[in-house]
């Protein structure tokens, strides 16, 4: 069993950063590939970007390609997420999940563990 814990949430105004954090307890998730989500209110929780088990691979979705940044440290058993330029149209409820390691996945099913989530408002 994997306990995830996401941090790093917050307010913030457009153009700035943030940096999520989410913490892995009980199973090591350092053979795991990690995915970070985010659900805006009233909308379906869409797919922000993953992480390879290694680090050797990204992807993200396109409108935070350029902006946003997936990395981790296996030896911390902690994923980041760094959040620049930060944009109103960001602002959701962002979890990381963990999932098997092979392929990279972009949908929420193919995770199976969640943590609860941590708030990112961006004002304009």
């Known amino acids: 069993q994997v306990q995830l814990v996401e941090s790093g949430g917050g307010l913030v105004q457009a153009g700035g950063s943030l940096r999520l954090s989410c913490a892995a307890s009980?199973?090591?998730?350092?053979?795991?590939?990690m995915g970070w989500f985010r659900q805006a209110p009233g909308k379906e929780r869409e797919f922000v970007g993953a992480i390879t088990w290694n680090g050797g691979l990204t992807s993200y979705e396109d409108s935070v390609k350029g902006r946003f940044t997936i990395s981790r440290d296996n030896a911390k058993n902690t994923v980041y997420l760094q959040m620049n330029s930060l944009k109103p149209e960001d602002t959701a409820v962002y979890y990381c999940a963990a999932g098997p390691p092979w392929g990279l996945g972009r949908t929420a099913n193919l995770y199976n563990y969640w943590g609860q989530g941590t708030q990112v408002t961006v004002s304009s």
């Open positions: 009980g199973r090591t998730t350092s053979m795991l590939n």
